[in-house]
C-alpha cells in the first residue's frame, strides 16, 4: 500500500496548537520516512504507520519543547482518538526508544520505550536526518550526504548523538536500515 500524507491530519496538528516550524519539520520527517520505508521495499512494512508516526511523532510540542513532549503527545493523541500505535511512536521517540533506568534519569515515568517494531525505527531515523539536513550546522553538498556522513556526524555533533547510549542506538539503527536497503 503506498501512503500519502493526509492534509487533514495536518489540521489536526494545527488545531491542537502546534506550532508551523514545528508542523514543516513533522512532514519533512514523514516524507523522509516515507522514502527510507519505499527504499526498503519491505511489503510488510506499515507505511501509513510510518507516515503518520512520523508526522505525529512532535505532537506534545504543542505543550512543550522538554523531554517530556514524548509523553504528553501520547496522551494527546489517545485524547483525540489516534491509534496505540501512533500513540507509542510518540512516547517513544525520545532519544530513540529508551530504557527504563534511561527514563528514570531523564526524569520521565519508568518504563521500558525500546523500538520493537521496524516502523519505530524507520521514524527515529528519518528524524534524526531531517534534523541533520535542515538544522544548517552541518554543511551538506545533497540530503543523501546525511545518510553517507551519518555516524561521523553523531560522533561529531554531540547534539545529534547526545549520549554514549543514545549515540549507540542511532548508530544501530542507522546499520540496520541501511543494510535494508542495500538488500532492497
Wanted: hydrophobic share 35%; aromatic share 6%; glycine share 10%.
Amino acid at each position: 500500500m503506498t501512503y500519502a500524507i493526509s492534509p487533514s491530519d495536518v489540521e489536526i496538528l494545527r488545531g491542537a496548537g502546534v506550532s508551523e516550524d514545528d508542523i514543516i519539520h513533522s512532514v519533512k520527517v514523514a516524507e523522509k520516512a516515507l522514502e527510507i520505508a519505499r527504499r526498503i521495499g519491505k511489503a510488510d512494512i506499515d507505511q501509513e504507520l510510518v507516515g503518520r508516526g512520523a508526522l505525529f511523532h512532535d505532537l506534545g510540542k504543542c505543550k512543550t519543547h522538554e523531554m517530556e513532549h514524548g509523553k504528553i503527545g501520547a496522551e494527546l493523541g489517545g485524547k483525540i482518538g489516534l491509534p496505540r500505535e501512533l500513540c507509542d511512536i510518540m512516547e517513544k521517540h525520545i532519544r530513540g526508544g529508551l530504557t527504563g533506568p534511561e527514563a528514570r534519569e531523564l526524569g520521565l515515568p519508568v518504563k521500558d520505550y525500546t523500538l520493537k517494531r521496524l516502523e519505530e525505527r524507520i521514524v527515529i531515523y528519518a528524524d534524526r536526518l531531517v534534523d541533520i539536513i535542515y538544522d544548517g550546522i552541518v554543511t551538506l553538498t545533497s540530503e543523501s550526504e546525511s545518510e553517507t556522513r551519518f555516524e561521523e556526524i553523531l560522533k561529531t555533533y554531540p547534539k545529534y548523538g547526545k549520549n554514549a547510549i543514545t549515540l549507540e542506538r542511532y548508530l544501530g539503527y542507522h546499520r540496520e536500515i541501511q543494510g535494508l536497503m542495500k538488500k532492497a
